[in-house]
């Protein structure tokens, strides 16, 4: 059976001993009030055929109180055992559902601070499947089936060990059918295991198919798309099916398996007893005794098939999380240390290949913005002007050259610190499934009502959402869905000029308001980014913002630099096609 991968949950089980070891007594205490049962109807039946062997005439004969003597005592063991089967639920089942709590907050964890190379490798609904059906299936092995393995252990040493104590013999015939069990559980696994890792990667295919056309929906519909994307679906729903019904008829073989080997044990037991009943070797309430024990490990034997499928199952599902969890951000922390951003910027001689799909971005990009300064960097699409960006907010590390902040390396510097001095509005726009107040306040989680109005406006949307249905309380949708393009642009420029950075990136950001709002937005930023580091990223120039430089990219290089009054007929040509 393999378990190599579910070894890396020992940390979660350490920290959780006391619910293990707790459970642990609690499952021996169980199964020990259990296994009396059968010793205490054995006792009755002797204590019965002896009395009526003795019995001078049995019609006198009274054993009214001696039988409501044993019944009430098998009743106080069952309630016993009920009690303790209680507790040890309330500790095993519980451990597990903290390990599943703790387990998913570290996936969760782990993702955040993995760098945007990895989300453009790996779909959404892959990585999605990893932290809901995969923790669900290890939740499995480290609750039911722990506690069915426990169960299944204590009562065979408890049960075994009392059928010794009465006969060798009759024991060794009794567990004859076992090893065969074992044999069979080991080959069925393994088959099991395989099986299980191919349907976990079915699952997360079927899920990220789901996603996308869920996310894309408008797009499905207007190319009217929805046959086509429901016969893909059918496709891949149908190749699970198929592997999960292949993974059930091994499953199937367990339990026939198990029910004709226990019953086998039952009827070698009636049969081996009474031979040894005829020898005067046992009595006839030890061969009850043996049938109710075989009747006892009748249940834990027929879960080792279950167990040993959810373990297998649990392993796979282990082995893809641990894919994720191994993997380490490219993007390396290694300064702790909050440094005081001024916001001069350096590029010196920097390239870089995008490594998903090893397109190169930029080659020997050379320039330098002094604190306080305004550029403008423009291009053809695909130039190179996102990844400049993207640079400075260091989601990637360069392959070549420098990238200089206040005269130290980008990678000498606090991480969290530096994006956080920098308020970055992207081309492509994300709104949370929020309201809208809680949108804009993201970049500042405390800041007050006031403020977000107050900087609503500064981005000219702040009238547009009054009028909303409530206002800046009004839920935005998936993605900003109940917006307008130009509504979730102002609100994300809102949300980053909300942080107070030192550093201003504006990426196409105005490319969806008209003329008049981009008028009024250009002229708050002005004013109010005059002290402040700006970078704007656009396709064409507004004469209101005066910048310090301009420079024009062209498959990753620069290929004209200078101020507005050097660069005009250039533009004016650009600005032309």
């Known amino acids: ?51 009526i062997e003795n019995a001078a005439h049995i019609e ?7 039988l409501i003597r044993f019944a009430l005592l098998i009743i106080g063991l069952a309630i016993l055992n009920g009690i303790f089967m209680y507790f040890m639920r309330q500790t095993i089942i519980v451990m597990s559902r903290l390990i599943e709590y703790d387990l998913r907050r570290d996936i969760f964890d782990h993702y ?26 290890v939740r499995m092995y480290l609750g039911p089936a722990m506690l069915y393995g426990i169960n299944l252990l204590s009562l065979s040493i408890l049960i075994i060990g009392s059928m010794l104590q009465v006969s060798v013999k009759l024991t060794l015939y009794t567990l004859l059918p076992l090893p065969f069990l074992s044999i069979s559980i080991y080959y069925v696994s393994t088959i099991i295991h395989k099986k299980s890792g191919v349907i976990q990667g079915q699952l997360s295919k079927i899920t990220s198919v789901s996603q996308e056309v869920y996310s894309g929906i408008s797009v499905v519909k207007s190319y009217v798309q929805e046959n086509s994307f429901l016969k893909f679906f059918e496709k891949e729903s149908t190749d699970f099916k198929n592997k999960s019904l292949d993974l059930a008829r091994v499953n199937a073989l367990f339990f026939p398996l198990m029910i004709l080997l226990v019953s086998s044990s039952t009827l070698i037991t009636i049969y081996m007893g009474g031979v040894e009943v005829v020898s005067n070797n046992i009595t006839f309430g030890n061969i009850a005794e043996f049938v ?3 009747n006892f490990l009748t249940w834990p034997f027929m879960a080792i098939g279950w167990v040993a499928s959810t373990i297998q199952q649990a392993e796979a599902s282990q082995e893809r999380i641990n894919q994720f969890l191994n993997r380490a951000p490219d993007i390396v922390q290694n ?19 995008y490594p998903e799909t090893g397109v190169k971005a930029l080659d020997g990009v050379s320039f330098t913005l002094e604190a306080g300064q305004k550029m403008a960097i423009i291009g053809k699409t695909a130039s190179g002007k996102s990844t400049i960006a993207e640079l400075i907010l260091r989601t990637y590390d ?18 969290g610190h530096l994006r956080k001095e920098i308020g970055y509005v992207p081309q492509d726009v994300f709104l949370f499934s929020d309201t809208v107040e809680n949108n804009i306040r993201f970049g500042m989680p405390d800041a007050t009502e006031k403020e977000v109005k107050t900087y609503a406006s500064y981005a ?6 009054e009028k909303l249905p409530k206002g800046y309380q009004t839920e935005v949708g998936e993605r900003g869905v109940s917006l307008s393009g130009g509504q979730k642009q102002r609100i994300s420029l809102a949300r980053a000029l909300i942080k107070d950075p030192q550093i201003i990136i504006l990426d196409d950001c105005l490319s969806a308001v008209d003329t008049k709002t981009e008028h009024k937005i250009l002229s708050y930023l002005k004013s109010a980014l005059r002290v402040k580091t700006s970078i704007m990223i656009t396709h064409r120039i507004n004469s209101l913002m005066a910048f310090d430089k301009i420079i024009v990219l062209d498959q990753g290089k620069i290929i004209e630099e200078g101020s507005l009054e050097e660069l005009k007929s250039y533009l004016d040509r650009f600005s032309n096609n």
């Open 60 to 66: 006198t004969l009274d054993l009214s109180e001696d």
């Open 398 to 415: 360069i392959d070549q050259g420098e990238i200089m902040l206040d005269g130290k390396n980008i990678k000498d510097l606090n991480l």
């Open 1 to 51: 059976m393999h378990v190599k991968e579910l070894l890396t949950l020992n940390k979660y089980l350490f920290r959780y001993k006391w619910h293990l070891l707790l459970g642990i007594v609690f499952v021996s205490l169980a199964n020990y009030f259990k296994v009396k049962v059968p010793k205490t109807i054995r006792n009755s039946l002797d204590y019965v055929n002896e009395k």
């Open 460 to 465: 000219a949307v702040h009238k547009d959402l």
């Open 112 to 137: 955040q601070r993995l760098d945007s190379r990895f989300y453009k490798e790996n779909k959404t609904g892959d990585i999605m499947s990893r932290v809901s059906e995969d923790v669900s299936k």
């Open 335 to 353: 300064d702790l240390v909050k440094h005081k951003m001024i916001g001069k910027i350096e590029f010196k001689d920097v390239h870089f290949t």
């Open 292 to 294: 109710i024990y075989v």
